[in-house]
């Protein structure tokens, strides 16, 4: 088998031939190019050589293309700060207040200049790798978590209190889910194998487990679905503890999870063997691969491996970004086979 085989087989509940290893890596990678973040993130050559590098140097079996948290939302009006060593962050909303979603207009992302650069990217790694190597096509950020970025997340989350805007919460969330699907489709084109996407400000340390199944879930759903309709898979992404919503997930139209290792692990496997959902995991992405040493890497990748060793669902990966200065000789001990 090959990088694409394996991750296919584990994407599909067949076994591979060894688990499949994956990073999310877009730090270290433009790091160890020799690229800032700002080169990085502004031409698309430098980027796909960056993951071309570093899936080849470390024979990762495919590659987590991502820039950053902030495209889509910059792509709908929001402002974004762009730094020389540091990713692209929203720095503040569009909205001032929601009273002004009844003005919004669908916008056509593709006209975005870093959307563009996200698809262009995809595209060299689909010329160079084609079905050698796995490519998961991150697609941004999901509707809850561009929406707290169009209105920022502290008046975001003080909206969701008062039911008087729930009215227009839903519609602002509409409007986003509309933009991702866009996007899922652009990437689909561009030549991804998958999509995922984030939404870590919908988690359970951010908001309650019912404002997460009302506003959040269905849109996530939403995007999955559409990933579906375009003849890919969908991996969805949530930082910090998710414990209090895994058990939503049976039901779900989501074909992939990739939880922080906050979550209980044993929950997450206990997951996987009752659905059909693959974990992508999950290793502390800080304190072990970036701050830790090879031994520390090994054990935590060894226990991972051996819990999920009684099913196919299992990609392991970081489980979130890697820090820039992620050690190489952390990386290689988590990499070997």
Same mark, same amino acid.
């Given at each position: 088998?090959?990088?694409?085989?394996?991750?296919?087989?584990?994407?599909?509940?067949?076994?591979?031939?060894? @688990?499949?290893?994956?990073?999310?890596?877009?730090?270290?990678?433009?790091?160890?190019?020799?690229?800032?973040?700002?080169?990085?993130?502004?031409?698309?050559?430098?980027?796909?050589?960056?993951? /071309?590098?570093?899936?080849?140097?470390?024979?990762?079996?495919?590659?987590?293309?991502?820039?950053?948290?902030?495209?889509?939302?910059?792509?709908?009006?929001? #402002?974004?700060?762009?730094?020389?060593?540091?990713?692209?962050?929203?720095?503040?909303?569009?909205?001032?207040?929601?009273?002004?979603?009844?003005?919004?207009?669908?916008?056509?992302?593709?006209?975005?200049?870093?959307?563009?650069?996200?698809?262009?990217?995809?595209?060299?790694?689909?010329?160079?790798? =084609?079905?050698?190597?796995?490519?998961?096509?991150?697609?941004?950020?999901?509707?809850?978590?561009?929406?707290?970025?169009?209105?920022?997340?502290?008046?975001?989350?003080?909206?969701?209190?008062?039911?008087?805007?729930?009215?227009?919460? /839903?519609?602002?969330?509409?409007?986003?889910?509309?933009?991702?699907?866009?996007?899922?489709?652009?990437?689909?084109?561009?030549?991804?194998?998958?999509?995922?996407?984030?939404?870590?400000?919908?988690?359970?340390?951010?908001?309650?487990?019912?404002?997460?199944?009302?506003?959040?879930? #269905?849109?996530?759903?939403?995007?999955?679905?559409?990933?579906?309709?375009? %003849? /890919?898979?969908?991996?969805?992404?949530?930082?910090?503890?998710?414990?209090?919503?895994? =058990? %939503?997930?049976?039901?779900?139209?989501?074909?992939? @999870?990739?939880?922080?290792?906050?979550?209980?692990?044993?929950? /997450?496997?206990?997951?996987?063997?009752?659905?059909? @959902?693959?974990?992508?995991?999950?290793?502390?992405?800080?304190?072990?691969?970036?701050?830790?040493? #090879?031994?520390? @890497?090994?054990?935590?990748?060894?226990?991972?491996?051996?819990?999920?060793?009684?099913?196919?669902?299992?990609?392991?990966?970081?489980?979130?970004?890697?820090?820039?200065?992620? #050690?190489?000789?952390?990386?290689?001990?988590?990499?070997?086979?």
């Amino acid at each position: 088998m090959n990088g694409f085989d394996r991750v296919h087989a584990a994407m599909n509940g067949r076994w591979p031939d060894t @688990v499949p290893v994956m990073l999310h890596n877009f730090m270290p990678a433009a790091r160890e190019a020799g690229y800032s973040q700002r080169e990085f993130c502004n031409d698309p050559r430098k980027a796909a050589d960056s993951f /071309i590098r570093m899936t080849e140097k470390y024979d990762l079996d495919g590659v987590v293309m991502d820039f950053n948290t902030a495209t889509i939302a910059g792509a709908l009006g929001v #402002p974004v700060a762009f730094s020389e060593n540091e990713p692209a962050r929203c720095s503040k909303g569009v909205l001032k207040s929601l009273k002004e979603v009844d003005d919004l207009k669908d916008a056509d992302i593709s006209r975005d200049r870093y959307i563009q650069i996200w698809l262009e990217t995809m595209r060299l790694l689909r010329e160079h790798f =084609g079905y050698e190597k796995y490519l998961r096509g991150n697609v941004d950020q999901a509707p809850f978590s561009i929406a707290s970025m169009m209105r920022t997340q502290t008046e975001w989350l003080m909206d969701l209190t008062d039911k008087e805007n729930h009215e227009r919460a /839903i519609r602002l969330l509409e409007y986003c889910t509309r933009a991702s699907c866009f996007f899922v489709q652009l990437m689909t084109d561009a030549g991804a194998h998958m999509v995922s996407s984030g939404d870590s400000p919908a988690g359970p340390d951010m908001i309650s487990p019912a404002m997460y199944r009302k506003f959040a879930l #269905p849109f996530e759903d939403e995007v999955a679905a559409y990933a579906h309709e375009c %003849g /890919i898979p969908y991996l969805l992404h949530i930082c910090g503890n998710t414990d209090a919503i895994l =058990g %939503g997930f049976a039901d779900r139209p989501v074909d992939a @999870v990739e939880l922080d290792y906050k979550t209980d692990i044993r929950r /997450i496997h206990d997951l996987v063997l009752s659905t059909d @959902v693959t974990f992508w995991g999950n290793v502390d992405p800080s304190g072990i691969f970036a701050l830790g040493t #090879p031994d520390e @890497v090994r054990q935590e990748k060894q226990k991972l491996v051996k819990l999920f060793s009684d099913t196919p669902r299992f990609v392991l990966c970081s489980g979130c970004a890697l820090p820039s200065s992620t #050690p190489e000789q952390n990386i290689r001990a988590f990499c070997e086979k």
